[in-house]
């Protein structure tokens, strides 16, 4: 709901939403249909300049509605290419999202929060706390306004391992599936969208049975949940049996997968041990796993597993036919990878982010 007095922002509303629009003011649905083909697809900020409207309906849209993305403040580009992109939003808070150039393609890594209330005691993010949830308008945005910076190919990907914890803003988020899959916006098939969630297993079964259903990520990250507690808070509200369980029962479709994140951290959790428990546990369910090296920064007293016990873990799945892979996270020069976007100290120069 918009607060009083405020202007409706039609981007980031769905198509049904502006044909429910449309309805309510008086005009047929496929004029709410014309209204997204204009900012999703045009790409028009401008209700005066959507010609096909009626004159009189552009007016009084004009005086109820605005067309507002984030802004993109402030830009670093990786010696990888990656971009790291830091946005304006209306209220004065900032939010990050990656462009990463990949062997196959384009991905965008968006936030979902500005901030987190998960607090990951390895993720940087976790340290401004939790601010709020973006809006769908917020999410997509991120998309739209990098588009404008640079030639983004059509298809890309988009992982929604950013700021924040996806499926605690899971409203927003569903929206903005709709808006980036529709065929009047990006037309993104749904696997090219991978959500990832720190382990909120309820709304991640919400999320699996649902209209549009995207690739899932699970940030599992332990094989014990004394190591899970002390790592990831939110085990204490879904230990890794009751999150596996959950897991080992969401719907995929054919030939689908779950991923796994594995943060491997030195000493901690990338021991011969874990690597067998890790296997126990993802036994029986449709997975990959993605093991990515922790990305060290000043702040936090944790450090990089060693390569050869990464080259170890790996191959101790492999041999249990595992199907995993090591994950190097991009823009570790500029403060852009896995585990670094947070309020701008993570530019560089404030601190070299390490990583
Ligand atoms: N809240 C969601 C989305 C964030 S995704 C989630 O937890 O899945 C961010 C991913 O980066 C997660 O898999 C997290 O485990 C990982 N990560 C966080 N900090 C990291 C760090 N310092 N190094 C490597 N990966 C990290």
Redesign the pocket.
């Known amino acids: 709901m918009k607060p009083k007095g405020t202007k409706l922002n039609l981007f980031g509303c769905t198509k049904q939403e502006l044909v429910d629009l449309a309805l309510k003011q008086g005009q047929p649905a496929f004029r709410g249909s014309q209204v997204f083909q204009w900012i999703y697809q045009k790409r028009v900020t401008a209700i005066s300049e959507m010609s096909n409207l009626p004159l009189a309906w552009r007016d009084q849209l004009e005086s109820e509605c605005v067309i507002k993305m984030p802004t993109i403040s402030r830009r670093h580009v990786s010696q990888d290419e990656s971009i790291k992109y830091i946005f304006n939003l209306d209220d004065g808070s900032e939010v990050e999202a990656v462009y990463m150039k990949m062997t196959k393609g384009v991905t965008l890594c968006l936030s979902?929060q500005v901030g987190?209330a998960?607090d990951?005691s390895?993720?940087?993010?976790a340290s401004m706390g939790f601010i709020r949830n973006l809006s769908c308008g917020e999410m997509v945005g991120q998309v739209f306004a990098i588009a404008q910076d640079i030639d983004l190919p059509v298809p890309f990907n988009v992982?929604?391992?950013?700021?924040?914890?996806?499926?605690l803003n899971l409203k927003n988020l569903q929206r903005m599936l709709k808006v980036l899959t529709d065929e009047h916006c990006f037309s993104l098939s749904p696997k090219r969208i991978t959500v990832?969630?720190?382990?909120h297993a309820r709304n991640l079964q919400k999320l699996a049975e649902s209209e549009i259903v995207p690739r899932l990520?699970?940030?599992l990250?332990a094989t014990t949940d004394e190591q899970r507690d002390a790592l990831?808070p939110v085990n204490l509200k879904w230990n890794i049996k009751e999150l596996l369980e959950i897991c080992r029962h969401l719907p995929l479709k054919p030939r689908e997968r779950l991923t796994f994140?594995?943060?491997?951290i030195r000493d901690l959790n990338d021991s011969d041990a874990d690597a067998k428990r890790l296997i126990r546990l993802v036994r029986g369910i449709r997975c990959k796993i993605?093991l990515?090296?922790?990305?060290?920064?000043p702040e936090?007293n944790?450090q990089?597993s060693l390569l050869e016990r990464i080259e170890a873990f790996h191959q101790i799945l492999n041999q249990a036919r595992v199907t995993n892979t090591v994950r190097w996270?991009k823009g570790r020069d500029i403060g852009a990878?896995?585990?670094?976007l947070a309020r701008p100290t993570s530019e560089p120069g404030a601190h070299i982010l390490a990583?």
């Open positions: 979902s987190c998960q990951c390895f993720c940087l993010t992982v929604m391992m950013g700021m924040g914890e996806p499926l990832s969630t720190s382990g990520a699970i940030s990250n990831m994140e594995y943060v491997m993605n990515i090296p922790f990305n060290e920064t936090l944790y990089q996270s990878a896995c585990g670094q990583v």
